[in-house]
């Protein structure tokens, strides 16, 4: 079984539409992240969370919520989904232990379309 | 702010052709620099990191050199493998940016038998 398990793989929605995305982990990492793919843009990150109480923006948060319900869980959430947020979503984990050595474990991404 | 910035792709090699993948960064700290790789279908996996200047990383022949002075962390293969077709990411990482991974925008290698 995957360490980190990202659901769905894909998903196709309308624009308007709320979706959440689910992230979970057996890693027992206490820090998780969100990122999009966008070509050409690398990976940046919508949000993190350093523990269960912990939640901060990144660089391009807008548009998007999450909810840290356990350590081992990490959802995102459009809550009125628009076509721009067509993009490969990713789920990471790293150990807090590690610092600015931190090694990121990723999930194999949700695809998601907003058409 | 930090920033990462990496040649753009694709590359394309033939098999057991030497490879360099040029990445550059921006740091007001002292980073610790990374390259990841992500194969078709599947999440980033990290390849291999550097914590301080001269360090060299390597990892499955690849090698790259933490250089200060010229903020660069290259990535280099003597002789590379269909197999090596994937996308390779440059990264840093430091207590300044409360230590979020900062990603470039990727590069695209291609190799031909």
């Known amino acids: 079984d995957a360490d980190v398990t990202q659901t769905p793989r894909n998903r196709i929605t309308k624009t308007g539409k709320r979706i959440m995305l689910e992230c979970s982990q057996t890693?027992?990492?206490?820090?998780m992240y969100w990122y999009r793919q966008d070509p050409g843009l690398g990976l940046r990150l919508i949000y993190y969370?350093?523990?269960?109480?912990?939640?901060n923006k990144g660089e391009i948060s807008d548009g998007y919520s999450v909810s840290r319900q356990a350590q081992a869980k990490f959802s995102l959430s459009l809550e009125s989904a628009i076509p721009n947020q067509t993009a490969l979503y990713f789920c990471?984990?790293?150990?807090?232990?590690?610092?600015?050595?931190?090694?990121?474990?990723f999930g194999s991404g949700t695809q998601l379309s907003v058409l | 702010g930090n920033s990462v910035t990496q040649m753009e792709g694709p590359v394309t090699l033939s098999e057991e052709a030497f490879l360099t993948i040029n990445c550059t960064y921006t740091?007001?700290?002292?980073?610790?620099l990374f390259w990841y790789v992500q194969y078709p279908g599947e999440g980033l996996q990290l390849l291999l990191k550097?914590?301080?200047?001269?360090d060299k990383g390597s990892n499955k022949g690849f090698e790259a050199t933490y250089r200060k002075e010229t903020t660069s962390f290259h990535l280099e293969k003597g002789s590379v493998q269909v197999s090596d077709s994937a996308v390779y990411f440059c990264?840093?990482?430091?207590?300044?940016?409360?230590?979020?991974?900062?990603f470039g925008a990727g590069t695209r290698l291609f190799v031909k038998a």
């Open positions: 990471a984990t790293s150990d807090n232990q590690q610092g600015p050595d931190e090694k990121l474990f």
């Open positions: 890693k027992g990492h206490d820090r």
């Open positions: 969370s350093f523990d269960v109480k912990d939640i």
């Open positions: 740091a007001t700290g002292y980073p610790s």
């Open positions: 550097a914590t301080k200047a001269d």
């Open positions: 990264a840093l990482s430091d207590y300044t940016g409360g230590f979020k991974t900062i």
